[in-house]
């Protein structure tokens, strides 16, 4: 660390539709203990209201991103993305956040890791939690990041510049069980992992219609029960091992689109039904939505001819284009998938985290990084 660990240099952004903290990973320990006990203190968290630090009292709004220059030639910079839990003394390594990594192009070239171009910057960016590697381009006319510009994005009001976020194949199995569909608990299922491990299932086949408001389903505990039984059992079929204490998989429940998109979609994160759609579970609902047999296929409408699937959410809806090739052993595979978001700075300055001694010890998920 650059500076004591009370007065930590922090860049406040909001990334999609999430919101997170950005820290060089200098500025903060290199010892995982001891750098999620710092973040628990800096977001205020366990706190149902995280009332004593930055976090917003909702999982979309406590999350970090590390971020540092990367050994690896095919990126300009690493990304490790954490969630902050709320009300529990957590921090999670166990998955990716495309809203998040929204920001970390902009962020990079803010810190000076990233040189900026005239008119618009690239950013190659490593996934330290999977491995994964995207490519983020936005906006940056006189060598300084604009974030202003005309690109919406349901779930967040106004306008902002556009960050272009192109994501090579995955080095993975699209289908990481094998199979097309498989049966859990009676439910049929897809499982698939196109940057985040995701199960996708008929919202009726839960006896749900899947255009409830997310506090209506979060209230219902059956659902909950189902839920929790079919992620647990996906999790070891994905090969993600006991994920009981981790947030992946997520789940997404599908049904037929009702305002021009090709589906709509209800998704837990785990146990919390998302406000809109995370970028990486989107980007595994629409290359699932084109497997011939996938649960969900049958229900989406496809524009022929186009990789854009346009996936509706309770805020509005989120377009992703996405289109698969097939493996010398005949299973598919994503070949594409592109995606815009937004970003926005909101401040940069230092935070002032609370004394480290009346803060709990975190816990780590079980089973490390995936």
Avoid: W
Avoid at 16 to 32: C, H, I, N, Q, R
Avoid at 85 to 93: H, K, L, Q, R
Avoid at 218 to 242: F, H, Q, S, W, Y
Avoid at 277 to 296: D, K, N, S, Y
């Amino acid at each position: 660390m650059t500076r004591g660990s009370e007065e930590v240099p922090c860049l406040l952004m909001r990334g999609g539709t999430s919101k997170g903290a950005y820290f060089l990973a200098d500025d903060l320990p290199a010892e995982p203990a001891l750098r999620d006990a710092l973040l628990l203190r800096i977001m205020g968290s366990p706190d149902e209201r995280q009332i004593d630090g930055l976090g917003g009292a909702h999982p979309l709004t406590s999350k970090v991103a590390v971020v540092s220059p990367s050994a690896d030639r095919r990126a300009d910079v690493d990304y490790l993305f954490l969630q902050v839990a709320v009300g529990t003394p957590e921090v999670s390594d166990r998955q990716n956040c495309g809203n998040i990594l929204a920001g970390v192009g902009p962020f990079a070239v803010e810190r000076g890791l990233v040189a900026a171009g005239e008119r618009e910057t690239s950013v190659r960016i490593r996934m330290v939690n999977t491995g994964d590697h995207a490519t983020a381009t936005f906006p940056t006319p006189g060598g300084r990041v604009d974030y202003t510009g005309d690109a919406e994005i349901s779930g967040v009001p106004g306008t902002a510049a556009p960050v272009v976020i192109e994501f090579p194949p995955g080095a993975g199995k699209l289908l990481p069980t094998g199979n097309v569909r498989d049966e859990i608990d009676g439910v049929p299922v897809t499982c698939v992992d196109n940057g985040m491990p995701t199960v996708l299932i008929e919202a009726a086949s839960l006896k749900v219609t899947g255009y409830e408001s997310p506090k209506d389903l979060e209230e219902d505990v059956a659902l909950a029960d189902r839920l929790l039984t079919i992620r647990l059992e996906a999790g070891r079929l994905m090969g993600l091992g006991d994920v009981s204490n981790a947030t992946v998989p997520k789940i997404t429940l599908l049904a037929a689109p009702r305002n021009g998109g090709a589906v709509t979609t209800r998704t837990f994160i785990p146990v919390r039904c998302h406000t809109s759609i995370g970028v990486l579970g989107a980007a595994g609902v629409a290359a699932g939505l084109r497997i011939e047999g996938a649960v969900g296929a049958e229900l989406a409408e496809l524009e022929t001819g186009s990789d854009r699937v346009r996936m509706e959410h309770p805020t509005g809806f989120l377009d992703i284009d996405s289109s698969l090739a097939t493996t010398d052993e005949g299973l598919p595979s994503a070949r594409r998938t592109a995606v815009v978001r937004t970003a926005r700075k909101l401040f940069d300055g230092t935070v002032f985290p609370r004394s480290a001694e009346t803060a709990s010890i975190p816990r780590r998920p079980q089973g490390g990084q995936r």
